[in-house]
């Protein structure tokens, strides 16, 4: 059912039978709006996770529902044309949360059908952040998480020129709430290191997994220890924001040292704090 809905047969049940005191504190929706960093991996794209996916696990039991509407492949301008913000829109209604997280795909100038000039792009985040705060919700901006390219010194690259630097234009001028996850994903490539971090990425040997006989090296997806310690890390982020919705958090378990060994299989959360 949809959330407008469930909260529209709520409000009739708070106003008819139910005691008050049971429809004093609403749960929020927190939605996702972002691009395959953020997004539900389809089965054949394992063991690829997006940091969305383990989102959940930083809140504690019942305190939110969330919706994850990221969507692999996209920008701030295919997101619209293909009506998935107005279908987010449609959903958002007052006290619920929206994270928004767009950059990889905007920047790709080589992909005619993402590709989002730097004004447009940040057209587009202005018009998300003023169509959330309409319908009464309050709009969050995430930078773009940090692909895992390393100099010869050993020191994290910025892979995203101008794009995450547009995001906290948008957030200073308009007083958005602001995850800076490309600073913070940068500093936990940094604390495991060129080599380390490669455990946080789709980095598979041949035969080590099936949907992968040839193996894979990609060093902008996730693998779920890096979808947890990112989730992680935006939960840390949420967490020092002070919106009511920060309440709502588990500590966050963070990952700025490496997981020790055996660590990858283990549940959400496990991972050392900073």
Known sequence: MHSLAMRGLLLFACLTWWPMAACADPVPTVFLAGDSTMAIKRAEKRPETGWGEAFEAQFQAGRIRLDNRAMNGRSTRSFIEEGRWQDLLD???????????????????????????????????????????????TAILLTPVARRRFDRAGAVVDSHGEYPGL???????????????????????????????????????????????????????????????????????LSLLGLPLSAALRPPARCLRPVPAGAATARPGTALRG
Request: hydrophobic share 35%.
């Open 91 to 137: 959903e958002v209604g007052a006290g619920d949360y929206v994270l928004i997280q767009f950059g990889h795909n905007d920047q790709s100038s080589n992909k005619a059908d993402r590709y989002t000039p730097p004004a447009d792009y940040r057209r587009n985040l202005e018009r998300f952040v003023d169509q959330v705060r309409e319908r009464g919700a």
């Open 167 to 237: 995001v906290r234009q948008v957030a200073g001028e308009r007083a958005v709430a602001l995850i800076d996850m490309e600073r913070r994903s940068q500093a936990v490539l940094g604390a495991w290191g060129d080599a380390g971090s490669k455990a946080l990425f789709l980095w598979l040997q041949p035969g080590e997994h099936g949907n992968y006989p040839e193996g894979l090296r990609d060093d902008t997806h996730f693998s779920p220890v890096g979808a947890r310690c990112m989730a992680a890390e935006v939960a840390d982020g």
